[in-house]
T-cell receptor, first 116, second 111 residues
Framework: DTGVSQDPRHKITKRGQNVTFRCDPISEHNRLYWYRQTLGQGPEFLTYFQNEAQLEKSRLLSDRFSAERPKGSFSTLEIQRTEQGDSAMYLC??????????????FGSGTRLTVV | GEDVEQSLFLSVREGDSSVINCTYTDSSSTYLYWYKQEPGAGLQLLTYIFSNMDMKQDQRLTVLLNKKDKHLSLRIADTQTGDSAIYFCAEETGGYNKLIFGAGTRLAVHP
């Protein structure tokens, strides 16, 4: 297993379009997290899954955002009607359940979204 | 509430020690983490400390935790140019165990 994979690495879209990102976690990790990171800021928590169940959503996750993890493996994050303020790096992380501190939460390299 | 604060910038000379400070708010935090992010790269776990510990040493890294003041620090001994990066402090909140990050401290190492 090569770690957490995210696809695509970069996405440029026009305002108003829908975009979907994919995250493949480490295979034995039950938990999957989505974070958003804007320039000069730390990652902000968006949502997390335990297997296929979405257990928590941040108030940052507006109605235009939806995340799924249908079979408890990969996850998708969709943003509908994108706005310029959605431009950010979207990070996915996975962990064991519960997280083991020596392994931490393993992050992917992220998907950089630019809304023009 | 959940909030993590860090100073934004630190400049040190190569070979000196660096100390990056962090404060957090959630007294129920179980573990506290330090992550490193280099330009264009993802977050790399550096080290962590359990909330019941005061200190943890890992090679050049020393983590100090003052639980009463909710203050965490990361000391890097013999800082090298390769240590130049952004360092994030993160608290693992109680309950569902998610990470809450600070804004990051940019460490610049100069000759």
């Amino acid at each position: 297993d090569t770690g957490v994979s995210q696809d695509p690495r970069h996405k440029i879209t026009k305002r108003g379009q829908n975009v979907t990102f994919r995250c493949d976690p480490i295979s034995e990790h039950n938990r999957l997290y989505w974070y958003r990171q804007t320039l000069g800021q730390g990652p902000e928590f968006l949502t997390y899954f335990q297997n296929e169940a979405q257990l928590e959503k941040s108030r940052l996750l507006s109605d235009r955002f939806s995340a799924e993890r249908p079979k408890g493996s990969f996850s998708t994050l969709e943003i509908q009607r994108t706005e310029q303020g959605d431009s950010a790096m979207y990070l996915c992380a996975s962990s064991l359940d519960p997280p083991r501190p020596n392994y931490g939460y393993t992050f992917g390299s992220g998907t950089r979204l630019t809304v023009v | 509430g959940e909030d993590v604060e860090q100073s934004l910038f630190l400049s040190v000379r190569e070979g000196d020690s660096s100390v990056i400070n962090c404060t957090y708010t959630d007294s129920s935090s179980t573990y506290l983490y330090w992550y490193k992010q280099e330009p264009g790269a993802g977050l790399q776990l550096l080290t962590y400390i359990f909330s019941n510990m005061d200190m943890k040493q890992d090679q050049r890294l020393t983590v100090l935790l003052n639980k009463k003041d909710k203050h965490l620090s990361l000391r890097i001994a013999d800082t090298q140019t390769g240590d130049s990066a952004i360092y994030f402090c993160a608290e693992e909140t109680g309950g569902y165990n998610k990470l809450i990050f600070g804004a990051g401290t940019r460490l610049a190492v100069h000759p």
